[in-house]
């Protein structure tokens, strides 16, 4: 079907034309007029290209799915809900990762690579971290996070958040330092409030 011929039909056309004889082919061109919009979408929430191409391409495959099972009102709304929810729930699963990822991209060194370890095995390793990377000033939390944990590089955290280049490395590099130290820091008083 060339899809071009249907532009004066509507959503609420295409889609009935669908369920009444379950033709694929009629969602194709309904989900064709959709596809920027859905990109769109999956770059705003999770800010890689690649991934936001894939995550589409899921979106579809899911729409297909949940259209041959209920009838559908609203396509639009209903399709950026869609969308929307797979991308959290991607960002979720996402988040479950950050915490390792602070320990093998941020604070492994050959000399604490033991150390890192067994603070790993301890449950408030966790929290802490968190703590620590909400007591930096707003700047360098974006930045570290953006650089560090969503591997942007230097020139996507500039694009991102507005700073030039020198202020981004220079955020980056004092976010990582003081990270660091609050983290020493708070693990030296969770030591001596054990010990004590």
Not at 28 to 40: N, P, V
Not at 133 to 138: D, G, K, T, Y
């Amino acid at each position: 079907m060339n899809s071009d011929k249907y532009n004066d039909i509507s959503d609420q056309q295409l889609l009935n034309k669908f369920y009444s004889g379950h033709d694929n082919e009629w969602l194709g061109i309904l989900l064709r007029r959709y596809t920027l919009l859905l990109l769109g979408v999956c770059m705003k929430y999770l800010k890689d290209e690649d991934e936001a191409k894939d995550s589409v391409q899921q979106v579809f495959l899911k729409v297909i799915q949940e259209l041959q099972k209920y009838k559908v009102e609203y396509f639009k709304s209903w399709l950026y809900m869609v969308a929307k929810n797979h991308c959290l729930m991607k960002l979720r699963d996402r988040h479950g990762k950050i915490t390792t990822e602070i320990n093998e991209r941020l604070f492994v060194t050959p000399e604490d690579e033991a150390d890192t370890k067994e603070l790993e095995k301890k449950d408030y390793t966790i929290e802490l971290m968190k703590e620590a990377l909400a007591e930096l000033n707003p700047e360098q939390r974006q930045c570290v996070t953006l650089f560090y944990l969503q591997k942007k590089s230097y020139q996507q955290v500039s694009e991102e958040t507005g700073f030039n280049m020198l202020q981004v490395k220079s955020y980056i590099k004092n976010g990582k330092r003081n990270l660091k130290q609050l983290i020493e820091r708070k693990l030296e008083d969770k030591k001596r409030g054990i010990f004590d």
